[in-house]
C-alpha cells in the first residue's frame, strides 16, 4: 500500500529516523517533498535488480533480504536490511539501476524517498547533501563488504 505523506507529516517521520536524525532541517523539509509511506508483505519485492533506482527507503519496521542469483546456486541473500536503516544508493550515479533483489522477509514498513528529490537537493543545499553522504558512506562500505565475505563463503575461498 503506497500512502503519501502530507510534507509536515513526511518531515516529522523521517527527522525521527536514525539514519537522517540530527541532519540539517532544511535538508529533512526537501526531502519529504515527495516521500512516500510503503507497506510490503512477506515475499514482496521492494526493488529488482536491473530497474530504474528511483529513490531510497527508510526502513522503519521489518526485515529485508538483499538478494542475488548465482549460476548453479539460485538465490543467495547477501545480507539484511532493520529498522533504523536505509536501503539503496544506486539512485546515486548513472545509470541509476538496482544492482540487488530486495525482498521482504516480514511485514516491512519503509519512507521511499524521491531520487530527483535528493540529487536536486544536494546540489541545493551542497553542505547539507555532504552530510548525507558522509552518513551513507560507511552503509555502501559495510555492505561490501559482508557481500566480499558472502562470495568468499560461497566459493569456498
Same mark, same amino acid.
Given at each position: 500500500?503506497? %500512502?503519501?505523506?502530507?510534507?509536515?507529516?513526511?518531515?516529522?517521520?523521517?527527522?525521527?529516523?536514525?539514519?537522517?536524525?540530527? $541532519?540539517?532541517? &532544511?535538508?529533512?523539509?526537501? $526531502? &519529504? %517533498?515527495?516521500?512516500?509511506?510503503?507497506?510490503?508483505? *512477506?515475499?514482496?519485492?521492494?526493488?529488482?535488480?536491473?530497474?530504474?533506482?528511483?529513490?531510497?527507503?527508510?526502513?522503519?519496521?521489518?526485515?529485508?533480504?538483499?538478494?542475488?542469483?548465482?549460476?548453479?546456486?539460485?538465490?543467495?541473500?547477501?545480507?539484511?536490511?532493520?529498522?533504523?536503516?536505509?536501503?539503496?544508493? &544506486?539512485?546515486?550515479?548513472? *545509470?541509476?539501476?538496482?544492482?540487488?533483489?530486495?525482498?521482504?522477509?516480514?511485514?516491512?514498513?519503509?519512507?521511499?524517498? !524521491?531520487?530527483?528529490?535528493?540529487?536536486?537537493?544536494?546540489? %541545493? $543545499? *551542497?553542505?547539507?547533501?555532504?552530510?548525507?553522504?558522509?552518513?551513507?558512506?560507511?552503509?555502501?562500505?559495510?555492505?561490501? %563488504?559482508?557481500?566480499?565475505?558472502?562470495?568468499? !563463503?560461497?566459493?569456498?575461498?
Amino acid at each position: 500500500m503506497t %500512502e503519501p505523506l502530507h510534507r509536515h507529516e513526511s518531515a516529522l517521520r523521517i527527522a525521527d529516523h536514525p539514519f537522517l536524525r540530527g $541532519l540539517d532541517p &532544511s535538508l529533512i523539509e526537501s $526531502l &519529504s %517533498e515527495q516521500a512516500v509511506e510503503r507497506d510490503f508483505d *512477506p515475499g514482496e519485492f521492494l526493488l529488482r535488480d536491473g530497474e530504474t533506482a528511483d529513490g531510497c527507503y527508510l526502513v522503519f519496521h521489518g526485515k529485508i533480504a538483499l538478494e542475488v542469483s548465482a549460476p548453479d546456486r539460485g538465490r543467495l541473500t547477501i545480507q539484511t536490511v532493520g529498522p533504523g536503516e536505509i536501503l539503496g544508493w &544506486s539512485w546515486l550515479t548513472p *545509470p541509476y539501476r538496482w544492482q540487488v533483489d530486495a525482498r521482504a522477509l516480514k511485514h516491512v514498513r519503509v519512507v521511499r524517498l !524521491d531520487a530527483g528529490v535528493l540529487r536536486r537537493t544536494f546540489t %541545493e $543545499l *551542497p553542505e547539507a547533501g555532504y552530510q548525507f553522504l558522509l552518513r551513507l558512506l560507511p552503509v555502501v562500505a559495510h555492505r561490501l %563488504e559482508n557481500t566480499r565475505i558472502q562470495l568468499l !563463503d560461497v566459493h569456498g575461498v
